[in-house]
């Protein structure tokens, strides 16, 4: 807190002792001395004018000041600015800036050091950037056509600014609208002694190209021109050239067009070179003096440049057309006539010329519709004015600081103190000179000067200045704040300073004399209707937007809007809209009268802090509250900083406050709670509050995170879980199915050989002989054998007696129903042939088949698979051999086919050993050669029950139950018809054979001659 440690006097004239008009003077030289050139009265920032630049501004200190809030660094113009920006952006409160002080004080470097800081702190981006732009830029376009020396102020603003900056909700700046109010025309045809026309018409003249100054008709000399002061044409310090290329680049960025930027230099030099139009008496025939133009040549320029025709020029700026309810009455006007006339038209010229260059930068700047904004307000109109010759001008600038004034009072000092007696506050009443009753004075609808101004110029009859004065004394002549010779005479008093045409207004900046002369026709601002028509009827784009009056279609006999009325109710609407934000004020100061650096005179200065009631402040300030809320709004903003007014608060709005302001232990000194508000004495108590808000805002925000984030992160979680148990569901589903699956084909594979196993027959285990499958006719007395083989030795029932045929019977039932039955694991060897009863076997059968065995009679030990392979093999290829055609053959072919079923019944469990690894693969091949191999196997069997008779004239045979057995069903159906054949010769006797030949050979021998029977033969044959 730098408010008084190693600060300069006090930065704060709240602060000062003793209170009074010295120490605050001393307080402000002090540290005017030291550059400290701000000070504080609580939130009113006073500056004084340190005619010289100080190294106190730019990127770096705005950088500082951003960080900061009002009371941590020293008394500066950005922290101001950066209080009234935040409000602005935090707290949606609109902003005003008031900027207020005599010309020269330096209001209008303080609006430019509030622009460029909040230009400088506000959202960043193109968009953005380039309304910045435009809106710094207008600054120089507005000074060069608005500004001009004065003997006050070397830039000093001739007219009043208004300037809304309109933001959105982020604080980022849309753009604006610019408010200008009375220009000082009058400026254009005439200077006051020391003062200069407005910057524009020496920067064009001194920085326009030849080029240019030779299209538009002007000399570089500024000698050359009547309306520009030829004593003074330089000001110290302006580089007018340089300053002209800074306008015409302002005006590209703010958007105008090259055309408009060349039109606008079009008419600002037609202005110049009006002025160079002389005008000389001529002499009408009825001896009235009419005027003339002495130099046909500058018209005749002047008319080009118009696009007008040089004679009706010079007809509308030499006579007046009056119309009357009959006809029109053309009168000449005499020189000086015509020269107020002229004159009168450059000043319109110039005056309108203005006003559309500040609706074209309007035009650029404005925000769309639609949007809602945020404005910040930045006034800086013309100070307080007190010359030697007060005019016209000078008394509505005044009026308008007046009425400044009034906002200040209004709204500071007198608002204040009745809202502490509203809101019940304990309050001791401070003085202070309320200028009310001077606004009513000037502005008084009715009775006020300017209404009587008015009434004077509507009035008809004769009506001058002297009248108007007449009035004023006659209605005033009680007035306190008004005084003329004739009121002071009637109070005999002396002033030598009092003419005759004067009079005077106490203004709350002291007394003001004002001269009558020119009150009357300023007023009127009348501009005969010929030259308004000539205006627009020339061919100059701009000039002629510029009188839209001319139009003959638009012209109305009504009269227009008095200057005064005008400026009166844009006075009103500008009060409205400042007492509609939130103020925030700047006391410029001028130290000396000479623009010098480092000079103070307190005299001066007394002067200006008396009339700005800076006094008045401090007390008010003092006694006071630096800051009021209502209690809701409070609330609303503060209860986040108590546990129990956050994040719910039931109770009324006062007993929330009371318990953050409780909680908060802040001093019952800094505090006083009103009907409706609560009331904080100190900025930093207020200061002090924000960083708590601040800080908390912050946990808060930490708080919503790590909220949000643990909530993202355990939906995450949950979702992922629930993905992960869907997941994990489908594969295990997924694997049961699998497994499902494999089980149900193993069972049906089992399944399969179960029915196989049943088809063939039921085993009743290791030790029951087997039954089904097994043929009778295949075993036929083999039960008592098997049961004793069995007895003896389950692995290898030895050969021998009961004969071999017997022993292979067993053996080959024993085993193959075994290994159907599963009773018997092949695989285990438990049960196998040795190679000798496999040779004993093939012996057999290959004797039974009548052929010689092939098979070695030392085998090597096989599995029982290939072991009945093997045998199979021989067995077949014996009887393929021999073929012969027997009952018991076939019975064995039969057996073969048996056995070679057997086999395939046992090569799963080989296929099962071999192929493990390919087994479930093949499962669906395994059990269609199963089913194939058990339809092969029934239709056998089948056929053998089914065998038709014996009878060689039986061609009868069973048809075969599927398509694929056709082929062995007709081989089966042969070979059973031969063989019955061979029964039936096998059993006939050598003389049936022999009869049976001869038929034979006597078929042969009358085969197909039967029919020439009859013929040949007359008797009948009996056979
Ligand atoms: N803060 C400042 N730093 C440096 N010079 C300043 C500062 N303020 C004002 N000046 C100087 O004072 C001169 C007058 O200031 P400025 O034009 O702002 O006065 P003003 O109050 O606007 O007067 P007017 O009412 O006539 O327009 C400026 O041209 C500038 O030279
Ligand atoms: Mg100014």
Same mark, same amino acid.
């Given at each position: 807190m730098t408010l008084l440690e190693g600060s300069v006097g006090v930065e704060d004239l709240v602060l000062l002792e003793p209170l009074e008009q010295g120490s605050l003077l001393k307080n402000?030289?002090?540290?005017?001395?030291?550059?400290?050139?701000?000070?504080?009265?609580?939130?009113?920032?006073?500056?004084?004018?340190?005619?010289?630049?100080?190294?106190?501004?730019?990127?770096?200190?705005?950088?500082?000041?951003?960080?900061?809030?009002?009371?941590?660094?020293?008394?500066?113009?950005?922290?101001?600015?950066?209080?009234?920006?935040?409000?602005?952006?935090?707290?949606?409160?609109?902003?005003?800036?008031?900027?207020?002080?005599?010309?020269?004080? @330096?209001?209008? *470097?303080?609006?430019?050091?509030?622009?460029?800081? &909040?230009? $400088?702190?506000?959202? +960043?981006?193109?968009? =953005?950037?380039?309304?910045?732009?435009?809106?710094?830029?207008?600054?120089?376009?507005?000074?060069?056509?608005?500004?001009?020396?004065?003997?006050?102020?070397?830039?000093?603003?001739?007219?009043?600014?208004?300037?809304?900056?309109?933001?959105?909700?982020?604080?980022?700046?849309?753009?604006?609208?610019?408010?200008?109010?009375?220009?000082?025309?009058?400026?254009?045809?005439?200077?006051?002694?020391?003062?200069?026309?407005?910057?524009?018409?020496?920067?064009?003249?001194?920085?326009?190209?030849?080029?240019?100054?030779?299209?538009?008709?002007?000399?570089?000399?500024?000698?050359?021109?009547?309306?520009?002061?030829?004593?003074?044409?330089?000001?110290?310090?302006?580089?007018?050239?340089?300053?002209?290329?800074?306008?015409?680049?302002?005006?590209?960025?703010? @958007?105008?067009? *090259?055309?408009?930027?060349?039109?606008?230099?079009? &008419?600002? $030099?037609?202005?110049? +070179?009006?002025?160079? =139009?002389?005008?000389?008496?001529?002499?009408?025939?009825?001896?009235?003096?009419?005027?003339?133009?002495?130099?046909?040549?500058?018209?005749?320029?002047?008319?080009?440049?118009?696009?007008?025709?040089?004679?009706?020029?010079?007809?509308?700026?030499?006579?007046?057309?009056?119309?009357?309810?009959?006809?029109?009455?053309?009168?000449?006007?005499?020189?000086?006539?015509?020269?107020?006339?002229?004159?009168?038209?450059?000043?319109?010229?110039?005056?309108?010329?203005?006003?559309?260059?500040?609706?074209?930068?309007?035009?650029?700047?404005?925000?769309?519709?639609?949007?809602?904004?945020?404005?910040?307000?930045?006034?800086?109109?013309?100070?307080?004015?007190?010359?030697?010759?007060?005019?016209?001008?000078?008394?509505?600038?005044?009026?308008?600081?007046?009425?400044?004034?009034?906002?200040?009072?209004?709204?500071?000092?007198k608002e204040e103190q009745e809202e502490y007696e509203r809101e019940g506050i304990p309050w001791t009443k401070v003085d202070y000179s309320d200028n009310g009753v001077i606004c009513n004075l000037i502005e008084h609808n009715q009775r006020g000067i300017l209404a009587m101004l008015d009434e004077e110029c509507l009035r008809p009859g004769v009506v001058s200045d002297t009248t108007f004065l007449a009035k004023l004394n006659h209605l005033f002549s009680k007035h306190t704040h008004y005084e003329s010779k004739v009121t002071q005479n009637a109070q005999r008093q002396y002033d030598h300073t009092m003419g005759l045409s004067s009079f005077r207004i106490c203004h709350y900046a002291g007394k003001v004399t004002y001269n009558v002369n020119g009150f009357i026709d300023k007023n009127n601002d009348l501009l005969f209707r010929d030259l308004s028509q000539v205006m627009w009827k020339a061919r100059h784009p701009l000039l002629q937007s510029l009188f839209p009056e001319g139009d003959p279609k638009q012209a109305s006999l009504k009269r227009p809007p008095t200057a005064g009325a005008q400026f009166?109710?844009?006075?009103?609407?500008?009060?409205?809209?400042?007492?509609?934000?939130?103020?925030?004020?700047?006391?410029?100061?001028?130290?000396?009268?000479?623009?010098?650096?480092?000079?103070?005179?307190?005299?001066?200065?007394?002067?200006?802090?008396?009339?700005?009631?800076?006094l008045e402040n401090v007390r008010v300030r003092r006694a006071g509250y630096a800051y009021r809320q209502g209690y809701r709004p409070f609330l609303e903003r503060y209860r986040l900083l108590s546990r129990s007014t956050w994040p719910r608060w039931n109770g009324g709005d006062r007993e929330g406050v009371e318990k953050v302001v409780g909680e908060l232990s802040l001093s019952s000194e800094e505090l006083a709670f009103g009907k409706t508000k609560i009331f904080i004495r100190s900025p930093k108590t207020l200061f002090h509050l924000e960083e708590r808000r601040r800080l908390r805002l912050q946990q808060l925000a930490t708080l919503i995170q790590k909220t949000y984030r643990g909530w993202r992160c355990r939906t995450h979680y949950r979702l992922m879980r629930k993905s992960q148990i869907l997941i994990s569901a489908w594969f295990r589903g997924n694997m049961q199915k699998k497994r499902y699956g494999k089980i149900k084909a193993s069972s049906l594979l089992i399944q399969a050989f179960v029915r196989g196993w049943k088809v063939m027959g039921k085993g009743g285990g290791a030790s029951s002989p087997p039954m089904g499958p097994c043929p009778t006719w295949f075993l036929p007395d083999c039960a008592s054998c098997w049961e004793e083989r069995a007895a003896e030795s389950e692995s290898c029932p030895p050969p021998g007696p009961p004969g071999v045929r017997g022993h292979v019977h067993v053996c080959v039932g024993f085993w193959v129903c075994r290994c159907v039955s599963g009773s018997v694991d092949a695989r285990r060897g438990?049960?196998?042939?040795?190679?000798?009863?496999?040779?004993?076997?093939?012996?057999?059968?290959?004797?039974?088949?009548?052929?010689?065995?092939?098979?070695?009679?030392?085998?090597?030990?096989?599995?029982?698979?290939?072991?009945?392979?093997?045998?199979?093999?021989?067995?077949?290829?014996?009887?393929?051999?021999?073929?012969?055609?027997?009952?018991?053959?076939?019975?064995?072919?039969?057996?073969?086919?048996?056995?070679?079923?057997?086999s395939f019944l046992v090569c799963p469990c080989q296929a099962r050993k071999d192929y493990r690894k390919y087994f479930r693969s093949g499962a669906a091949l395994t059990l269609a050669n199963f089913i194939y191999k058990s339809i092969t196997r029934k239709f056998l069997l089948g056929l053998k029950d089914n065998l038709p008779s014996t009878n060689i004239l039986d061609k009868t045979w069973p048809a075969a139950p599927y398509k694929c057995f056709h082929t062995a069903n007709q081989e089966l159906r042969q070979l059973f018809y031969r063989w019955k054949c061979k029964k039936f010769r096998d059993r006939l006797s050598l003389k049936q054979v022999e009869n049976l030949r001869e038929k034979l050979c006597a078929s042969e021998l009358f085969k197909d001659k039967k029919a020439s029977y009859p013929q040949r033969l007359r008797l009948e044959f009996f056979s």
């Open positions: 402000l030289q002090q540290r005017y001395e030291h550059k400290e050139i701000y000070t504080y009265i609580g939130n009113v920032l006073i500056s004084v004018n340190p005619y010289q630049q100080l190294p106190i501004y730019g990127p770096e200190f705005i950088a500082k000041y951003r960080d900061y809030t009002f009371y941590e660094l020293q008394p500066h113009i950005y922290a101001l600015a950066n209080v009234a920006y935040q409000s602005l952006r935090d707290r949606d409160r609109d902003q005003c800036i008031l900027i207020t002080g005599e010309s020269g004080a @330096g209001k209008t *470097e303080a609006s430019k050091l509030v622009m460029s800081y &909040v230009a $400088a702190v506000c959202g +960043k981006g193109e968009q =953005v950037n380039s309304v910045k732009e435009q809106l710094l830029q207008s600054n120089p376009v507005l000074e060069a056509f608005g500004n001009a020396k004065t003997i006050r102020n070397n830039n000093s603003s001739r007219f009043g600014k208004y300037m809304d900056i309109e933001f959105d909700f982020k604080g980022s700046p849309l753009g604006g609208v610019i408010t200008n109010y009375l220009l000082e025309k009058s400026r254009v045809v005439k200077q006051l002694e020391g003062e200069r026309n407005f910057h524009i018409f020496y920067q064009l003249l001194a920085g326009a190209e030849a080029d240019l100054l030779k299209a538009l008709k002007l000399e570089r000399e500024t000698r050359c021109y009547v309306y520009l002061n030829r004593k003074v044409s330089r000001v110290d310090g302006m580089d007018d050239a340089s300053n002209f290329k800074a306008v015409q680049s302002a005006m590209a960025v703010i @958007g105008f067009s *090259e055309e408009e930027i060349q039109q606008v230099l079009e &008419v600002t $030099a037609l202005v110049l +070179k009006l002025g160079n =139009v002389e005008l000389a008496d001529e002499f009408q025939a009825n001896g009235v003096s009419a005027s003339g133009i002495r130099d046909g040549r500058g018209i005749q320029e002047i008319g080009e440049m118009m696009g007008l025709n040089s004679e009706e020029l010079e007809k509308a700026l030499c006579s007046r057309t009056m119309k009357t309810a009959k006809e029109n009455v053309v009168t000449a006007l005499n020189v000086v006539q015509a020269q107020y006339a002229r004159d009168a038209l450059a000043k319109n010229i110039y005056s309108r010329l203005f006003n559309w260059i500040v609706n074209r930068i309007n035009e650029s700047i404005k925000v769309g519709t639609g949007e809602k904004k945020k404005v910040m307000g930045v006034l800086d109109i013309y100070g307080f004015e007190i010359l030697e010759d007060n005019s016209f001008e000078q008394f509505v600038i005044n009026y308008c600081n007046e009425k400044l004034q009034q906002v200040f009072i209004e709204m500071t000092l009166k109710s844009s006075v009103a609407i500008l009060m409205k809209n400042l007492y509609s934000k939130n103020p925030n004020y700047i006391r410029c100061i001028k130290p000396n009268e000479h623009q010098q650096r480092g000079q103070f005179s307190s005299e001066l200065v007394a002067i200006q802090t008396r009339y700005l009631g800076l438990d049960v196998c042939l040795c190679p000798g009863c496999v040779s004993d076997l093939a012996t057999e059968f290959c004797l039974l088949l009548g052929g010689p065995c092939s098979l070695p009679t030392r085998l090597p030990l096989l599995s029982p698979s290939r072991t009945v392979s093997a045998l199979y093999l021989t067995v077949f290829s014996v009887w393929v051999r021999n073929r012969t055609p027997s009952r018991s053959g076939f019975g064995l072919l039969c057996l073969t086919v048996y056995l070679y079923v057997g």
